[in-house]
């Protein structure tokens, strides 16, 4: 590939990869230095890149995965890295402060209840998702899955509501 193709990567991948950094780390400032290192890299590596092993936006994304991993590692804060890996925390955040507690409930007894357990366990009992997977007997990404799949009903569910 040529310089033009980078170009054309990073116009194409940044707000995303920008996007996927700032759901999974708390300060804006780590998360631009991390969008950086990815594109760095991406620039780098770009003479090695396979199209037939896979597309450019699996190829720049599993770059983007690893440097959050790695960045994770290098603050050694391992029980954070799974945590923060697997919460949708802009849905999270926005669901929690935009909506009433009553149309919180409402909405969560909408939810079948194995998906509306997972809820309770993560933010009532404060327990990590790999503490919830224990506890209902389903594997950690199984777990995950439901709770984001949750996070996503429950605010089609409130959004319903309130429109």
């Not at 760095?40 to 190829?59: G, H, I, M």
């Not at 959050?68 to 697997?86: Q, T, Y």
Request: proline fraction near 3%; include cysteine; charge should be negative.
């Amino acid at each position: 590939m040529t310089s033009p193709d980078m170009e054309q990567i990073y116009l194409a991948y940044h707000d995303k990869v920008m996007g996927y950094i700032r759901a999974r780390v708390h300060g804006y400032a780590d998360a631009e230095d991390l969008c950086a290192d990815v594109f760095e890299k991406v620039q780098r590596k770009l003479p090695d890149y396979d199209p037939s092993k896979a597309s450019v936006s699996t190829w720049v994304f599993t770059i983007t995965r690893n440097t959050v991993i790695d960045f994770f590692r290098r603050m050694k804060h391992p029980e954070e890295l799974d945590e923060n890996m697997s919460d949708d925390s802009e849905v999270e955040e926005g669901l929690l402060q935009t909506e009433t507690l009553g149309e919180l409930a409402t909405a969560l007894r909408r939810l079948p209840q194995q998906l509306m357990d997972i809820i309770v366990l993560r933010y009532y009992d404060r327990k990590t998702l790999t503490e919830i997977a224990g506890i209902m007997g389903l594997s950690y990404g199984a777990t995950k899955l439901r709770h984001q799949n949750a996070l996503v009903l429950l605010k089609e569910y409130m959004g319903a509501k309130s429109a």
